[in-house]
């Protein structure tokens, strides 16, 4: 079974600087890696995907995976009080009838 | 774009209760999600469904009932509530399984 552990558990970072969250798995066969953010009373919504080696880069939001070291991480820039929310790493199965599996979050505060 | 709609968005239960959680989705997507978000813990699946009248296992599936009795539905049982599984239940879909999966808001469970 997939196991996705997130870094640091909480973050406190102040407007206007670089929040840089991380996340590792266990499978490098793993299909794709999703960003969700979820703020309180609310269900996860996708921020970004990435399913190639590399780094992917839309707006403020940049993510890095390295297949290799099984790491994936979220960066980002120009941090707002809005940001502020829990952010949770999911992984794809590499199977056809796989599904999502999540890490436990980072809680992410910005600070104004 | 579409929505989850989650029913009821509170659940108080006594122990020992069955108890029966709703979810509908209008994406038209093929494949439904139940996970549950203990604080801390971050997701994890209960059960899912590929297509109507299709149930498939999560890592969390004893103690749960799960029906898909049309596309658009997919409701979760609670068999006999017990004190520690009071948590927040996600419902989710997507449109085939790896692709990006949409939450709904969440049925926070109580048991007294």
């Known amino acids: 079974q997939e196991k996705v552990q997130q870094s640091p558990e909480s973050l406190i970072v102040p407007e206007g600087a670089m929040s840089s969250l991380n996340c590792t798995f266990s499978?490098?066969?793993?299909?794709s890696i999703w960003w969700y953010q979820q703020h309180p009373g609310k269900g996860p919504e996708a921020l970004i995907s990435i399913f190639s080696n590399g780094n992917k880069k839309e707006g403020r939001l940049t993510v890095y995976l390295n297949r290799a070291s099984l790491h994936v991480s979220l960066h980002i820039r120009d941090s707002q009080p809005s940001d502020s929310a829990v952010y949770l790493c999911?992984?794809?199965?590499?199977?056809?009838?796989?599904?999502?599996?999540f890490g436990a979050g980072t809680q992410l505060i910005v600070i104004p | 774009g579409g929505i989850i709609t989650q029913t009821p968005k509170f659940l108080i239960g006594q122990e020992g209760q069955k108890l029966t959680l709703k979810c509908q989705q209008n994406f038209n997507h093929d494949t439904m999600y139940w996970y549950r978000q203990d604080s801390g813990k971050g997701l994890r699946l209960i059960y899912y469904?590929?297509?109507?009248?299709?149930?498939q296992k999560g890592d969390l599936s004893e103690g749960y009932d799960a029906s898909r009795e049309k596309k658009s539905s997919f409701s979760l049982t609670v068999t006999s509530a017990q004190k520690n599984e009071m948590a927040v239940f996600l419902c989710?879909?997507?449109?085939?399984?790896?692709?990006?999966?949409?939450f709904g808001k969440g049925t926070r469970l109580t048991v007294v």
């Open positions: 469904s590929i297509t109507e009248n299709d149930l």
């Open positions: 989710a879909s997507s449109e085939v399984a790896n692709t990006e999966v949409f």
């Open positions: 499978n490098s066969a793993s299909q």
């Open positions: 999911a992984v794809g199965g590499g199977s056809a009838l796989g599904r999502l599996h």
